[in-house]
């Protein structure tokens, strides 16, 4: 069968985690009456903040390496259906199998399928934000197939029966108070007298991860980096949770997104770089992971790759848009957002919160099903200083309000404006009735009182500049 990257369509509807029950100002709106919510974002951004700032000060070349992530990313994405080919080529020749998926429902029905044929009726879950992506443990709990999440945090937001709202510390808006709680009522075996020492928490996970990691024989795994060179594939993580998974399971299924190709070895040290540094503040992960295929008598005898599009593509053919594939999923632009840290995760109705969500779930669902969310944003720009390569999501925030289906009125009221400043006689006259603005005061009368609503008007100036202008 001839492989292929699939046509620009968005990510399906009712399936995956993509979409929000409500557009962000409102939901945005609930989360600011939420104090707790705030002090516990408040408190783990500015330390992230803090910790990363500390490990990237110790680099004198971190914005060459900047660049140099920038130019990699943006040549893998020039290059993509060939080296797609390439890595099915090698991951093949490794003892692996190679599925490509289209959408969300296509996914599901690959990785449900391939566990069926296992015999299995539970699988272990590591670094799957492309599986919450799609709503793969909705899909595997249809079929009646147990997920269990390894990582700490995403162990309690599943135990919560919760959503994450951070793409580096998924339970953010969770103190350890909450987390004893969860512990407490959702944990088998848990100690009853369980305390909120975080040392405590810890140990009574890993008491239960532990057992499970032994008695499952099937794990499911997301991807940051698959090296089309090799075939080899990367997992980088903080907690040993990862390498558990990517050993001790007799099947080990990847689903992973096709933007997170690297072409060469070579190129992934300066991934290797960037990544810790900007995600968790470290110098480098305490636990990198990779294997390429299948090696008889070690890890896994059976190894699947799922290649997932789902909207992707759609993303690829926007020349702007598509920067936002970039994207190695550090967080780093949600830890110096003042909306996210302000709002949370949630608000965004998006697995992909903060600045990085606010671009790329709009083009991986189409703009008109989460036209809010380009204006998540005071475009202050620090998403984008943060950014280890480089993508300029203001720009892109921009260009997609452009794509924003505009009411009637709006498009009515701009067209008038972008007249009257084509013709300079027209813009004169405006400029002069501009001062009637003084009778108003700080607030707009309806219905032009949209703008003023979160916002004062500015006071005109005593004259104009070509007032000023023609005096001299």
């Given amino acids: 069968m001839t492989t292929f990257l699939g046509m620009p369509t968005p990510a399906p509807r009712g399936v995956g985690n993509l979409r929000g029950d409500e557009p962000f100002p409102a939901a945005a709106r609930k989360a600011l009456g939420n104090a707790q919510l705030r002090r516990n974002l408040g408190h783990a951004t500015t330390t992230i903040r803090a910790k990363s700032g500390s490990v990237i000060g110790e680099l004198p070349d971190w914005q060459e390496l900047r660049t140099a992530g920038s130019a990699l990313k943006a040549d893998t994405m020039a290059r993509l259906p060939e080296l797609l080919l390439q890595l099915e080529e090698k991951v093949t020749a490794a003892g692996g199998v190679v599925h490509w998926a289209a959408d969300a429902n296509e996914a599901n029905r690959i990785v449900t399928e391939l566990v069926r044929a296992t015999g299995q009726d539970r699988v272990i879950k590591v670094k799957s934000m492309a599986t919450q992506e799609i709503g793969l443990n909705e899909a595997l709990e249809a079929a009646g197939i147990e997920p269990v999440e390894t990582d700490l945090a995403e162990l309690i937001v599943q135990l919560g029966h919760d959503r994450p709202s951070h793409i580096l510390v998924p339970a953010i808006h969770r103190n350890r108070a909450e987390i004893r709680e969860i512990f407490l009522r959702e944990m088998p075996g848990v100690d009853p007298a369980l305390t909120d020492e975080p040392v405590i928490l810890a140990g009574a996970a890993r008491r239960y991860l532990r057992e499970t990691f032994l008695r499952t024989k099937v794990a499911v795994s997301g991807a940051n980096f698959a090296v089309a060179e090799t ?242």
């Avoid at 991986?364 to 380009?374: I, Q, Y």
């Avoid at 200083?385 to 480089?390: H, N, S, T």
């Avoid at 108003?440 to 104009?464: H, I, K, S, V």
């Fill in 231 to 472: 075939g080899t594939l990367a997992v980088l993580e903080s907690e040993g949770n990862g390498r558990m998974c990517l050993t001790l399971p007799e099947t080990l299924i990847t689903v992973m997104g096709i933007e997170k190709l690297v072409p060469t070895w070579q190129d992934l040290e300066v991934f290797l770089q960037l990544l810790p540094r900007a995600s968790t503040g470290e110098r480098m992960n305490p636990y990198t992971s990779m294997w390429t295929g299948v090696t008889p008598g070690d890890g896994p005898q059976n190894f699947h790759l799922v290649l997932l599009d789902n909207g992707r593509t759609a993303v690829l053919a926007d020349e702007v848009g598509r920067q936002a594939l970039h994207c190695i999923r550090c967080s780093a632009c949600l830890n110096v957002c003042p909306v996210y840290e302000r709002t949370g995760g949630h608000a965004y109705g998006s697995v992909y919160p903060g600045p990085i969500g606010a671009v790329l779930s709009p083009q991986l669902t189409g703009v008109e099903d989460n036209a809010s969310l380009p204006y998540a944003s005071s475009l202050c720009g620090a998403c984008f200083d943060a950014c280890p390569v480089k993508i300029d999501i203001p720009s892109i925030l921009v260009h997609l309000r452009n794509e924003v289906p505009h009411p009637r009125t709006e498009r009515a009221v701009m067209a008038s404006a972008a007249y009257t400043m084509d013709h300079p006689k027209l813009y004169a006259a405006a400029q002069h009735a501009a001062k009637l603005s003084k009778l108003a005061g700080r607030r707009l009368p309806p219905p032009l009182n949209g703008w003023t609503a979160g916002r004062d008007l500015p006071e005109p100036p005593p004259e104009t500049f070509r007032d000023w202008w023609a005096k001299r």
